[in-house]
């Protein structure tokens, strides 16, 4: 990379552009500096940054592997500029309409998620007050199912609502806490309590999901700060029964330890695989991802080493911000960067397989989970059913086409509690019982 424009390669080919102090010093810490004309970036160092040396003259081109080979090999701690929003034109919108729910005419509501079990627009809520309540926002109607009023969960605190495939159980956790009830939704009955013990809970969402295998529901949860198990959600029976593993004052690390903070949880839309967007020591987000069926049926430790595993992702402190299914071998993360103190409003796609980043696009903008304010409501999430859909209480809905990384859809003025793949209806929650149901319209 000895002469003016770089490096020695095709002439053809050179057009990454680096400053040339970077060319003489790969160790200098440098930015990725963003042009603004789709993800074309280019690299300076903290000088030329510091210096807002900008000019042509500091500029050298070359060619793409070289450029790869400097952008793999530095340190790039920051990020200058933007890159572009692609934006195509769409007739999407969304049309609305108000229900009213007599039922929660007198109380708040905490969560909200759909049966997608049922037939219609039926979901289940779960009130500030304890109450879970069985709704239908076609026609207002609701049921009381029961209440975990009095129960180790703190209604005080961020609570999560989750339902199995079959719509027969539902499970409640502090986000930011240490325990959960999983009831029956037909009577309100609490069929297993759950317990994941005190280890930096105040840092890491509770990890559990609801999955099924041969017909029947599964409970995954956390019973430990570095171990999940399946469980039976109708008896409470273990399926994944195997001895405790610590790690910690010996001098040598035992067999299948696992270093890891378990958090937020998702299960593929063929059930096949389950992933943990969690963390290591020294605090680097990290998302499993293995075979939910080789773990119950073939290898108990498939969620700490087995052969399926894989990981990806290592962005220093970054483990609670949202990220979906695409299909079955794919995750949608959000956000691009370095460490969670330097990202931008993006999405990076990973084939899960391979660990491999596939591409990423700029612009879905969502909240990171607000860990230092336990009953904090702002659980942005990113989900995807045809298309991408990234919503914020603070910027509202955004529609996404994986495939371009364009965006199709734009409204701030939308930011649902819920989405009901089988009705394709958003749900958003108001005081006094009154919900709008919005769905998209081309």
């Known amino acids: ?152 969960v703190d209604l005080d605190k961020r609570m999560l609502l989750w339902l199995s495939p079959d719509g027969l159980h539902a499970a409640v956790v502090n986000v930011y806490g240490r325990r959960g009830l999983v009831l029956d939704i037909a009577n309100g009955g609490v069929l297993m309590t759950l317990d994941r013990g005190d280890d930096r809970n105040s840092i890491t969402p509770f990890p559990i999901a609801f999955a099924a295998r041969n017909g029947k529901a599964l409970l995954i949860h956390a019973t430990a700060w570095n171990r999940l198990d399946a469980s039976d959600p109708s008896t409470g029976e273990l399926l994944t029964e195997r001895p405790a593993v610590s790690g910690r004052g010996n001098n040598e690390t035992p067999a299948h330890y696992l270093d890891f903070w378990h958090c937020e949880l998702s299960v593929s839309p063929d059930g096949e695989l389950i992933g943990s967007f969690g963390w290591n020591w020294h605090p680097v987000g990290v998302i499993a991802v293995w075979s939910l069926r080789r773990w119950l049926e073939e290898n108990v430790w498939e969620s700490e080493d087995g052969p399926t595993k894989t990981e990806f992702l290592h962005v220093p402190y970054l483990w609670d911000v949202p990220y979906c299914w695409i299909d079955n071998r794919t995750i949608a993360v959000w956000g691009y960067g370095f460490d969670a103190d330097n990202m931008i409003p993006a999405v990076r796609l990973f084939d899960v397989v391979t660990g491999k980043l596939l591409r990423w696009f700029a612009g879905p903008d969502v909240a990171p989970h607000d860990r230092s304010n336990p009953v904090a409501d702002n659980w942005d999430p990113l989900f995807f059913d045809r298309f991408l859909f990234s919503v914020s209480k603070a910027n509202g809905t955004s529609m996404w086409d994986v495939e371009t990384g364009e965006r199709l859809l734009y409204d701030p003025d939308v930011w649902p509690d819920g989405y009901h793949s089988g009705s394709k209806c958003f749900a958003t929650a108001y005081r006094g019982g009154v919900f709008q149901v919005s769905r998209l319209v081309e």
């Open 1 to 152: 990379m000895a002469n003016e424009l770089g490096c020695a390669h095709s002439a053809a080919d050179r057009r990454h552009r680096v400053c040339f102090h970077l060319l003489e010093n790969l160790d200098l810490h440098y930015s990725k500096r963003f042009t603004g004309a789709g993800l074309e970036y280019e690299l300076l160092c903290s000088d030329c940054v510091r210096q807002g040396a900008y000019a042509e003259s500091f500029r050298r081109s070359i060619c793409a592997d070289c450029f790869a080979r400097l952008d793999n090999d530095g340190n790039w701690p920051h990020i200058r500029g933007r890159p572009e929003i692609l934006v195509r034109s769409s007739s999407y919108r969304f049309g609305h309409q108000l229900v009213s729910v007599p039922l929660l005419a007198g109380d708040q509501v905490a969560d909200l998620q759909p049966l997608n079990s049922r037939p219609g627009n039926h979901w289940v809520a779960l009130t500030k007050t304890g109450n879970l309540a069985a709704i239908d926002l076609a026609s207002g109607e609701g049921s009381l199912i029961g209440t975990i009023a009095g129960s180790p």
